[in-house]
């Protein structure tokens, strides 16, 4: 079974990759969506949810776990993999392909300030960005939007022209999205942005590489469950059965995927 934990319900975003690069796996998703969001949350904050969360995952027999947050991997996953025999597998900055083939020289990172404080962050952008300009956008209340679903309204596309317009106005001919709520703003983004400008999703790399990892696991653990299990901290589970019923009816081949959808407290 594939463990997978975010903030909230952006790691959706991950998960629909998951599932379409491993489809014949189970899944157990746990959105922390009564804390969240952890963007602006210190450090030993998001190691002790994260831990948390991961030791229920582990505990309901995860083979490996995705830190499906970009937040939580810049600040706990080198915790996490210390204090835990799994894989741990977190959002990779994808900064490296956005200046390796960015023409204008100028690219810009949509993300939370807690990605921009990660050492993982921060080392890719000294190893590949010397000679590129990177506009970091710390896109404030987007997170929050998403957690209501409301991506494609007025405020959404207010709040992403004001974050995006500037950078492509300064000549960003790339955008990534460094959190993983954001890709449910793609269409807000490219409609802004326009067709020229080239937006990165780091989502589609992780499963590739949750494929990987698990091709080396003998022999697997035991997962009770027949059906995928999605998990929020939250009260109310609406949101989240609501995004995964429209992801999975996005998809021919898993429209009709077993799954549940909970709240747990932890």
């Known amino acids: 079974m594939v463990g997978v934990l975010d903030s909230g319900v952006g790691g959706l975003s991950v998960w629909k990759e998951l599932v379409g690069t491993l489809p014949d796996e189970k899944y157990l998703y746990v959105a ?116 209501k679903m409301e991506w494609d309204t007025p405020e959404a596309e207010r709040l992403v022209r004001s974050y995006v317009e500037p950078a492509i106005a300064e000549g960003a001919d790339h955008i990534v999205l460094g959190c993983t709520h954001y890709p449910f703003l793609t269409k807000t983004i490219e409609k802004i942005a326009g067709s020229k400008v080239k937006i990165i999703n780091p989502a589609p790399a992780i499963a590739k590489r949750a494929r990987e990892v698990l091709a080396g696991i003998v022999p697997r653990n035991v997962y009770s469950e027949d059906s995928d299990w999605f998990c929020t901290t939250a009260e109310d589970t609406s949101v989240l059965a609501s995004m995964v019923g429209m992801i999975l009816s996005e998809s021919r081949n898993n429209v009709f995927r077993k799954y549940k959808c909970t709240t747990i407290r932890l």
């Open 32 to 147: 922390d969506s009564g804390f969240c969001p952890y963007g602006p949350r210190d450090k030993s904050y998001i190691i002790e949810r994260t831990s948390r969360i991961s030791e229920f995952l582990i505990d309901r027999g995860a083979d490996i776990i995705v830190v499906a947050c970009n937040t939580a991997t810049a600040a706990a996953i080198s915790t996490l993999r210390r204090n835990y025999k799994i894989p741990f597998i977190g959002m990779e900055p994808a900064t490296k392909p956005a200046v390796l083939h960015s023409e204008s020289g100028v690219i810009a990172v949509l993300a939370t300030q807690g990605t921009f404080r990660g050492e993982l962050y921060m080392g890719t952008l000294e190893k590949y960005a010397s000679q590129t300009r990177v506009i970091e956008i710390v896109g404030n209340n987007l997170v929050e939007l998403v957690e």
